[in-house]
T-cell receptor, first 110, second 114 residues
Framework: QKEVEQDPGPLSVPEGAIVSLNCTYS??????FMWYRQYSRKGPELLMY????GNKEDGRFTAQVDKSSKYISLFIRDSQPSDSATYLC??????????FGKGNQVVVIP | DSGVTQTPKHLITATGQRVTLRCSPR?????VYWYQQSLDQGLQFLIH???????AKGNILERFSAQQFPDLHSELNLSSLELGDSALYFC?????????????FGPGTRLTVL
């Protein structure tokens, strides 16, 4: 079983829709949870960072962590064409090594 | 711009050769991490250095080595290159304070082994 599972299927949504992404994980030691956005041929850009369970909101982005279910989510409200990118979940325990999901390619259609 | 710099942007070389990738962390960051990104494996952690000392190793091949210098820049050395080593190599840095693990990535080096 992989440490982090993220269904890598592409996602196409119309502009203004809500984008919903999620990851599951198996390592109970994970306590730091992140979402990165990666544009084609660029480095991953840190979008959201949360510690332990709960919700965090930053503008149009909301990250949710449910440690009891080992499940994290990212929601993008009022999606824009500029949100078209690959979104990667990442997590770590106390050793600072990030374990990544495979990523979801999101396309927002104008 | 994350503040992490990597050189070169692109590298094309032949099998059996050796290359060196360079990374400069954000100002003030003591930790440097190296990751490999390939289509089939995704982003994989290779190695972590903190203030010049190796702190953790991931799925790093014996043909690969890294070091962090006193000025905190880091180099990843890849030797006896194989076709399968073709990938994007990213460096990330963080403050490495207790409980602080936000890692900021550089633009990457695209390695092509022919």
């Amino acid at each position: 079983q992989k440490e982090v599972e993220q269904d890598p299927g592409p996602l196409s949504v119309p502009e203004g829709a809500i984008v919903s992404l999620n990851c599951t994980y198996s390592n109970s030691a994970f306590q730091y949870f992140m979402w990165y956005r990666q544009y084609s041929r660029k480095g991953p850009e840190l979008l959201m960072y949360t510690y332990s369970s709960g919700n965090k909101e930053d503008g149009r982005f909301t990250a949710q962590v449910d440690k009891s279910s080992k499940y994290i989510s990212l929601f993008i409200r009022d999606s824009q064409p500029s949100d078209s990118a690959t979104y990667l979940c990442a997590m770590s325990g106390g050793n600072n090594r990030l374990a990544f999901g495979k990523g979801n390619q999101v396309v927002v259609i104008p | 711009d994350s503040g992490v710099t990597q050189t070169p942007k692109h590298l094309i070389t032949a099998t059996g050769q050796r290359v060196t990738l360079r990374c400069s962390p954000r100002s003030g960051d003591l930790s440097v991490y190296w990751y490999q990104q390939s289509l089939d494996q995704g982003l994989q952690f290779l190695i972590h250095y903190y203030n010049g000392e190796e702190r953790a190793k991931g799925n790093i091949l014996e043909r690969f080595s890294a070091q962090q210098f006193p000025d905190l820049h880091s180099e990843l050395n890849l030797s006896s290159l194989e076709l399968g080593d073709s990938a994007l190599y990213f460096c990330a840095s963080s403050e490495r304070r207790a409980g602080k693990n936000e890692q900021f990535f550089g633009p990457g080096t695209r390695l092509t082994v022919l």
